[in-house]
């Protein structure tokens, strides 16, 4: 392969590094007016009115746009459409939007919003998960399961009490995971503008332009095919651009009726509002083992605290259940987990989605089998890896594994053999591990299109367009895609023109999340460049007379690869077979495999191929402050093949260093006022100073060990390296700190103050810990029984009951999400 | 997020400033660097009709010998001073706590004159005008926008008090007053020269000393023989402090001759802890752990900054004792991980 | 419910201000009001959208612009405090078509993920190899530390100052 596996500049890097790239924000069009947003200053209330008049009349105001102006609700699942652009009946959190002020100036918007006076009646504030589950009443939404319970969900594979029972051993912790949020450094921006011919553009930092398309479509009841949607470069996404959000519904809605441009760009405190970032999350872990530490079974319960919205909150639901058996062999499995509505910004999906919240608590429970048993924890992990080519528990269907590779690797590199359970006290190191899906099995709304779809267009300038509704948030997706392309067609990655993320131009992607791009988009461009291939060769091959199978495509030209000096320049093969065949232009297009689950909620999970990593991880701890220091960090990823290392790399860099920061400071925390004094609750600190993002000062060096195993699943071998290298970040800090100073702190983040407590806990002759005690009575119904594939199961459950009508829903949005 | 208008004055020389400031009452704001004003601006903590720039009254930029002291304008900017020769072995704690304030683009704009007047800070306080709303605002700025007399409102931090809690987060103030600085103030009307402990209140409102119409035009710093900061905070940049140890001390040989150790960001005021017990005797292991003790009574840290008040008050006491650890001379890297993160304790 | 207090309104908009300022070596005389800072208008009156904002409260960096020649955050300083004084955004690090070192090993190492943080460090980074052409690890540590970057956990960025720095030697 002469560009696919060798480090190289990404395409997009010249301009990245030239101020060029255009966001969102670096937009205007002439005539354009700014958009401000009233957001509600109370948690819980009813709305009883927005008095506009005098924002209405004020300078430079051209519309005041309230709740009546976007009566129809949307949201990114099917099964929760709970979102209003602007406030309906209702305001959940502080923060909420209730209204709109479009003015000739940012300022003069500004001003006017604080002219706005909302009518509120305050309702109970409900703060956290726990509280949710002690007060059903009032309803944050009457479409919530049970109470203030949005969703329950549960599965049992295998006979998991039977289990239990005759296990020589029984572990059973509880653990907190805080949460915390993406953090891009671009606000979220959006510029909405009626074209000449009526139609509607929105430019917007999303990443998923896709779903945008649909969202506004609905909720603005105006036909897809007149909305153009471009999703312009993200300044950063890690999943907070994923959902439709207010603002880009309501300057579109604007532009509809003042018949101009209308721009919002969302302060750093209001982009905390938007959040969809890390759910909190409450966990009970049961895993029984055999004498040795190798698990029989595992019973996982969880509860999230969703905040006020569905979001994708179902699927983070499902989430913090259906990986935790492709990491290791887990005969028999149980997963009850519960969302919780709260009067907080919605959680959603942040890198890793749902998932990094049960690794956390496997990864350190593992640690404390391993201790408990007198095992090394890597042995102990390497003895009972999932096997290639297997069926999990739970059904879904792992292919490569290089995670034995990766552990060998971090192991070998920080000599954890020699060194773990030896060093001072004070220092310590912990060894962590995880897998991460590489594109959702199933999309977000059911059907059985292509999840992604590339286009190609080669003229006679040897000029090659590669069209794709893929997203560049940054990873270097519209890199994967010319340089998949070029490696087909022989030429140079920047010898081609990539169009993405524009709804008119490219065909759809589903967008930029669930690390489904270089797979999927990948596959697609493949087929698309394959197919471009063969015009071209079958034309050249006409011209010098020899079979296709004799003709080489590289360094920009078409050759007789036993004779290669006897060839085309590339642009005159494209000449060739523009002669031949016409008008040239390829399309290619991916769906992911059907999944082998077959149970309701068995759509999350399953994914084409799984990428796996190690950690090992080296602290410093004051044993009498507590502080911590990484000192060191080495992780291996399990890739499948690295497309551009250079490109890889940054992306495990950039996990390891966002995980750093779950681990040790980052928060998404709240301040509930005293109850008696105020219904208040806000967040407590919305800024970049307060919540803690490491600087440069924090981050210790890291080696990095990619390991290739090509998935026949990816794109010459490619898996996803997004999302997975952070997950084991935070465990692996965990076990490191007991290796320093012997106490568990079984909370996420691992606080200084944390490590104090533990360590005075253990004075007072106590449990070396912090941590929860354990877990709340969530009243769970009966989980759907499925039986493994080794206990004679076929994926179906044997009590699954009909799907229970929702009166709300329309119905073709009466699918499970995915 | 967007500043209000206001009224612009480029003042040309120190009276000219201090008329400026005389003249425009109230709701007249002077402009340092900016960078702590300006936030405070666009959240609407302030909003001034005039603004006074300071940045092209050449006397506050002087920096030069005065006496046996070194005479530093108040226009000086952190980061020029911090990398300045001419503070000596004798200015150790003033290097170190100017070269620590926030992040290095902020140290090449902030002054010193505005970390010394700096705002008293506090997690109810430093938000925007729409999350106070969302709290029904607090003492420190009860109608949204800061009053330095009490007019209603609530103490968030301590809701049953009377007073406001804010926190003193300067690091150059207890560095100063550990090297025993004087500040002088000058308006319209003259000018006078103070301790500069004297300028602070133990009062999150009104915080100092200095009249409406006065402005800090420079300090004048003693030598110390020996001097240092330490400054805590979650992260190696941009984070306020949220305790500092600021110690200097005299010896005659190994005795302590005179002493001076000041705490930051623990009350609404720099609080200079007594040092009667460390006078007349060696650094001795069980002296800095008797005063350490001592620090960390006097430290009142509460629950309005990062971190939690109980561990604030925790490492107090290791500060303290590896502050003067380090003025004895005990090796750095003895210190432990907690004297790794002092900035100035890292060759670059 | 009760009023909400007011706060006290500011003086009602006031007429431009007109100021020469030098930016990237060009001398442009803009118009805008007081309260303006240099962010906007380097952004907005002089359609130089290369610098970046990411929370225009002096928290990330994202703004660095050199002004004489130093790294300030553009989104605190006021335009009015710059008259006179010489700007350079990452649009003036190129010699026409020939990009900064900087430029070239950011993009070739992949320092620049998403890109938005990047025009900030590259103008940081160029003051810093003014003053030492040959940076130690730690050098640059210190000199990016008011800098968040939350794709490349800065190891790709050290490597590429320490390429520029090789490259340009």
């Given at each position: 392969m002469n560009i696919i596996g060798k480090p190289r500049r990404r395409v997009d890097g010249r301009a990245k590094v030239t101020g060029q790239t255009r966001f969102a924000d670096d937009l205007t069009l002439p005539r354009m007016l700014w958009c401000r947003l009233l957001r509600s200053h109370l948690p819980h209330a009813r709305v009883d009115g927005v008095d506009t008049a005098a924002a209405a009349a004020a300078r430079g105001v051209k519309l005041v746009l309230t709740g009546a102006d976007f009566p129809i609700p949307y949201g990114i699942l099917p099964v929760s459409q709970d979102e209003h652009a602007l406030a309906q009946e209702r305001v959940r959190f502080v923060g909420d939007p209730v209204a709109a002020v479009i003015a000739t100036s940012e300022e003069a918007a500004q001003a006017a919003v604080q002219l706005l006076a909302p009518r509120y009646t305050p309702l109970t504030t409900i703060s956290d998960a726990h509280d949710a589950l002690a007060t059903p009443a009032p309803q944050l939404h009457t479409y919530a399961e049970v109470g203030n319970l949005h969703k329950r969900v549960g599965f049992e594979f295998g006979d998991v009490d039977a289990s239990f029972a005759s296990a020589p051993h029984v572990f059973d912790d509880s653990f907190f995971y805080q949460g915390n949020t993406h953090l891009p450094i671009e606000q979220h921006a959006t510029l909405a503008a009626v074209d000449g011919d009526g139609k509607l553009t929105v430019w917007s930092s999303t990443q998923t332009p896709h779903y945008l398309h649909r969202a506004l479509a609905k909720a603005l009841a105006m036909p897809a095919a007149h909305i153009r949607v471009i999703a312009t470069p993200n300044g950063g996404g890690f999943g907070g651009k994923s959902d439709p959000f207010h603002h880009e519904i309501v300057v579109a809605g604007a532009a509809l009726r003042t018949g101009r441009p209308v721009k919002i760009c969302l302060s750093r405190e209001e982009v905390f509002y938007c959040h969809r970032g890390r759910h909190p999350v409450d966990m009970r872990l049961r895993t029984a083992t055999d004498a040795c530490g190798k698990i029989l079974a595992m019973d996982l319960e969880t509860l999230l605290d969703g905040g006020a919205y569905g979001s994708y909150g179902v699927a983070s639901t499902f989430y913090t259940g259906a990986l935790q058996t492709v990491t290791y062999e887990i005969p028999r499995y149980r997963f009850r987990g519960a969302r919780a509505f709260t009067n907080k910004p919605p959680c959603g999906p942040k890198r890793g989605h749902g998932t990094p919240q049960p690794r956390f608590a496997q990864e350190v429970q593992l640690d404390k089998i391993a201790v408990a048993l007198g095992r090394n924890?890597?042995?102990?992990?390497?003895?009972?890896?999932?096997?290639?080519?297997?069926?999990?528990?739970?059904?879904?269907?792992v292919g490569t594994i290089g995670l034995g590779r990766c552990i060998d690797a971090v192991v070998e590199g920080s000599r954890f053999r020699e060194r773990w359970g030896k060093l001072p006290?004070?220092?310590?190191?912990?060894?962590?591990c995880s897998s991460y899906l590489c594109g959702a099995g199933l999309p977000i709304y059911w059907n059985k299109l292509p999840h992604s779809g590339v286009q190609l267009k080669l003229d006679r300038s040897g000029g090659v367009t590669a069209f794709c509704g893929a997203t560049e948030i940054g990873q270097g997706s519209d890199d994967v895609l010319a340089g998949l392309v070029a490696e087909v067609l022989g030429i140079d990655p920047f010898d081609i023109r990539v169009v993405t993320g524009d709804t008119d131009l490219g065909p759809v992607d589903l967008g930029s999340y669930s690390s489904r791009v270089t797979l999927m988009m990948g596959n697609a461009a493949l087929e698309a460049a394959g197919r471009a291939r063969e015009l071209i060769a079958s034309a050249v091959a006409a011209e010098l007379q020899l079979p296709v199978a004799r003709l080489g495509f590289a360094e920009r030209r078409v050759f007789d690869l036993e004779e290669p000096t006897r060839g085309l320049s590339?642009?005159?093969a494209v000449i060739a077979a523009e002669t031949r065949h016409g008008t040239l232009g390829t399309v290619g297009s991916y769906r992911p495999p059907d999944s082998a689950a077959r149970y309701k909620g068995g759509g999350v999970g399953p994914s084409p191929a799984y990428s796996y990593s190690a950690a090992v991880i080296e602290v410093e701890v004051c044993p009498d402050t507590g502080w911590l220091d990484v000192t060191q960090v080495w992780i291996g990823h399990d890739i499948g093949r690295s497309l551009n290392p250079a490109s890889v790399r940054g992306q495990v860099e950039g996990s390891v260093y966002m995980g750093l920061g779950e681990a040790l400071m980052e928060e998404s925390a709240f301040r509930r006022l005293p109850p008696k004094r105020s219904d208040a609750l806000v967040h407590k600190f919305p800024s970049l100073l307060e919540y803690k993002s490491?600087?440069?000062?924090?981050?210790?060096?890291?080696?990095?060990?990619?390991?290739?195993?090509?998935?026949?699943?990816?794109?010459?071998?490619a898996k996803e390296v997004g999302q997975g290298p952070l997950l084991p970040i935070m465990p692996a800090v965990a076990n490191a700190v007991f290796d320093a100073v012997g106490v568990r702190v079984?909370?996420?983040?691992?606080?200084?103050?944390?490590?104090?407590?533990?360590?005075?806990?253990?004075?007072?002759g106590r449990p070396a810990r912090v941590g929860p005690t354990g877990f709340p009575d969530v009243g769970w119904p009966e989980p759907l029984r499925v039986a493994p594939p080794w206990e004679g199961g076929d994926g179906k459950a044997a009590n699954e009951t009909p799907r229970r009508p929702r009166p709300d829903k329309d119905a073709k949005d009466k699918q499970v999400p995915r | 997020m967007r500043a209000p208008s206001f009224r612009w004055h480029a003042a040309t020389s120190l009276a000219d400033a201090a008329r400026a400031l005389a003249a425009g009452g109230p709701r007249a704001l002077l402009l340092g660097g900016g960078t702590d004003v300006v936030p405070a601006i666009k959240r609407r903590q302030y909003v001034p009709e005039l603004l006074i720039s300071l940045r092209q009254v050449a006397e506050l930029g002087r920096l030069e010998p005065h006496g046996a002291s070194l005479r530093i304008g108040a226009g000086v900017r952190l980061g020029a001073l911090a990398a300045?020769?001419?503070?000596?072995?004798?200015?150790?704690?003033?290097?170190?706590?100017?070269?620590?304030v926030a992040s290095p683009h902020i140290r090449n704009v902030a002054t010193l004159g505005g970390n010394l007047c700096l705002d008293t800070r506090c997690n109810y306080y430093n938000q925007s005008l729409e999350w106070r709303r969302a709290v029904d605002y607090c003492m420190k700025a009860p109608a949204g926008v800061a009053l330095a007399a009490p007019a209603g409102g609530t103490c968030w931090v301590a809701p049953g008090s009377p007073r406001c809690w804010a926190v003193s987060q300067t690091d150059c103030a207890p560095a100063l007053i550990a090297l025993g600085a004087s500040v002088t103030l000058v308006s319209a009307e003259g000018q006078r020269t103070l301790p500069l402990a004297d300028l602070y209140r133990d009062d999150g409102m009104t915080w100092l000393t200095r009249r409406p119409d006065e402005l800090l035009a420079w300090v004048d710093v003693p030598a110390a023989a020996r001097s240092t900061y330490w400054k805590l905070r979650r992260r190696g940049s941009f984070d306020f402090p949220v305790l500092g140890v600021a110690a200097a001390v005299e010896l005659a040989g190994d005795v302590v001759t005179a002493a001076r150790v000041v705490l930051g960001a623990v009350a609404s005021h720099p609080v200079v802890v007594p040092t009667e017990s460390l006078l007349g005797r060696p650094l001795g292991d069980d002296a800095i752990a008797a005063f350490a003790e001592l620090a960390t009574r006097l430290a009142k840290p509460l629950d309005n900054t990062d971190y939690q008040l109980g561990w604030r008050k925790r490492v107090t006491r290791a500060y303290v004792v590896g502050a003067l650890r380090e003025l004895r001379g005990d090796d750095p890297a003895l210190l432990g991980v907690l004297a790794r993160r002092q900035a100035a304790l890292i060759p670059a | 419910m009760p009023p909400q207090p007011q706060p006290p309104q500011p003086p009602t908009a006031g007429s431009k201000v007109v100021l020469t300022l030098t930016v990237n070596g060009e001398a442009a005389e803009v118009a805008f009001e007081p309260h303006k800072t240099l962010l906007e208008v380097l952004r907005e009156d002089l359609a130089l959208t290369g610098t970046k904002h990411g929370c225009e409260l002096g928290e990330c960096g994202a703004c660095a612009v050199l002004v004489d020649g130093k790294p300030v955050l553009?989104?605190?300083?006021?335009?009015?405090?710059?008259?006179?004084?010489?700007?350079?955004?990452?649009?003036?690090?190129?010699?026409?078509?020939q990009l900064d070192p900087l430029q070239d090993a950011f993009a070739d190492l992949g320092a620049a993920q998403c890109g938005y943080c990047t025009p900030g460090i590259l103008v940081t980074a160029r003051a810093l190899l003014d003053q030492h052409p040959a940076p130690t690890r730690p050098q640059i540590e210190e000199a990016l530390a008011g800098n968040l970057c939350r794709c490349t956990g800065y190891l790709s960025i050290y490597q590429a100052v320490e390429q520029a720095a090789r490259k340009a030697r």
């Open positions: 924890p890597a042995d102990l992990r390497l003895e009972q890896l999932c096997k290639p080519n297997s069926l999990t528990a739970n059904y879904m269907r006290r004070g220092r310590g190191l912990g060894i962590a590339f642009a005159d490491p600087t440069t000062r924090e981050m210790p060096p890291c080696t990095t060990y990619l390991i290739e195993d090509p998935d026949p699943q990816g794109p010459l071998g079984d909370e996420v983040p691992i606080t200084p103050e944390k490590i104090v407590r533990a360590l005075e806990e253990a004075a007072r | 300045d020769d001419r503070l000596g072995v004798g200015h150790t704690a003033l290097r170190r706590a100017a070269g620590v | 553009s989104c605190l300083m006021l335009a009015l405090e710059c008259g006179g004084a010489s700007v350079t955004t990452v649009e003036g690090l190129a010699r026409g078509a």
